[in-house]
């Protein structure tokens, strides 16, 4: 397709080898406003469980607490999937946790680092954001019918803006050898297809451990939501545990940390 990168491809082909349930159809965009607008579109039109869309641009990308996904054409993996999950809308923290699980294990993967979870839904390298995951649903009643799983990794980029430069990494800047965007979507999908659907209907008890040895805040001092103290783990609901200075544990479920 004009417009995309030579490393996305042979991106159709290297999905299907793995032989996954999601992943397809999947659209490839030279550029949109925003991969999880034209999701959530393809999706009350119809679209199956699976879906995939991804863009080399976005004009109006955004990630969590509205904020704009920024990055030169080609550099990121941009992408959305359709997930046909009906479940309960307290289950999309905990199927975010997942989403950003399989993010982080794609970008360990690639980089050979120890790439770390910041709850919600960042996933960072040595205290830097690498990736962000934006999970939306679609909901019908009192119940979810589908959801649209957001995901953004910087991997080509060698250098940033001034404004976000101190604090967003890439996988180009840790991997020994050139990424490739086809095989981090792919190691990514398979991440989502293995997880996503479990945790939606069980919970995160199967991959709670891992979530917990991959928490980059656990042990931290945070504030979030006017609660401060130390972080003290992601418990099986998706909350974040707080020990504030009494003593006791808070839970909360939202928020930007800092």
């Known amino acids: 397709m004009t417009g995309v990168h030579p490393d996305l491809g042979a991106l159709a082909e290297v999905v299907a080898a793995r032989g996954l349930s999601i992943g397809k159809p999947v659209e490839l965009m030279e550029e949109t406003d925003s991969t999880n607008d034209v999701a959530k579109r393809a999706a009350r039109?119809?679209?199956?469980?699976?879906?995939?869309?991804?863009?080399e641009s976005q004009r109006?990308?955004?990630?969590?607490?509205?904020?704009?996904?920024?990055?030169?054409?080609?550099?990121?993996?941009?992408l959305s999937v359709l997930l046909r999950l009906s479940c309960d809308p307290r289950k999309?923290?905990?199927?975010?946790?997942?989403?950003?699980?399989?993010?982080?294990?794609?970008?360990?993967?690639?980089?050979?680092?120890?790439?770390q979870i910041k709850w919600p839904n960042d996933v960072l390298i040595d205290g830097k954001k690498v990736a962000g995951v934006l999970v939306?649903?679609?909901?019908?009643?009192?119940?979810?019918?589908?959801?649209?799983?957001?995901v953004g990794v910087n991997v080509h980029q060698r250098s940033f803006a001034p404004e976000i430069a101190e604090r967003?990494?890439?996988?180009?800047?840790h991997a020994s050898r050139p990424p490739?965007?086809?095989?981090?979507?792919?190691?990514l999908l398979e991440g989502i297809d293995r997880e996503a659907s479990h945790v939606s209907a069980r919970g995160l008890g199967l991959v709670h451990a891992r979530i917990t040895a991959a928490d980059a805040l656990v042990g931290r001092e945070v504030e979030i939501e006017g609660v401060r103290g130390v972080?003290?783990?992601?418990?099986?609901?998706?909350?974040?545990?707080?020990?504030?200075?009494?003593?006791?544990?808070?839970?909360?479920?939202?928020g930007e940390v800092t």
């Open 60 to 78: 109006a990308g955004r990630g969590r607490q509205g904020r704009a996904w920024l990055g030169e054409r080609g550099e990121s993996v941009l």
């Open 180 to 187: 490739d965007r086809a095989v981090i979507i792919a190691d």
């Open 136 to 150: 939306e649903a679609i909901v019908s009643g009192a119940s979810v019918e589908a959801v649209v799983v957001g």
């Open 92 to 115: 999309l923290p905990p199927v975010a946790l997942a989403v950003g699980l399989a993010a982080r294990d794609a970008i360990a993967k690639a980089t050979g680092k120890n790439a």
């Open 168 to 173: 967003a990494t890439s996988v180009a800047l």
């Open 231 to 254: 972080a003290c783990g992601i418990d099986l609901d998706g909350a974040l545990r707080i020990r504030t200075s009494d003593g006791t544990i808070r839970r909360v479920v939202s």
């Open 45 to 55: 039109l119809g679209a199956p469980h699976g879906a995939l869309f991804v863009a």
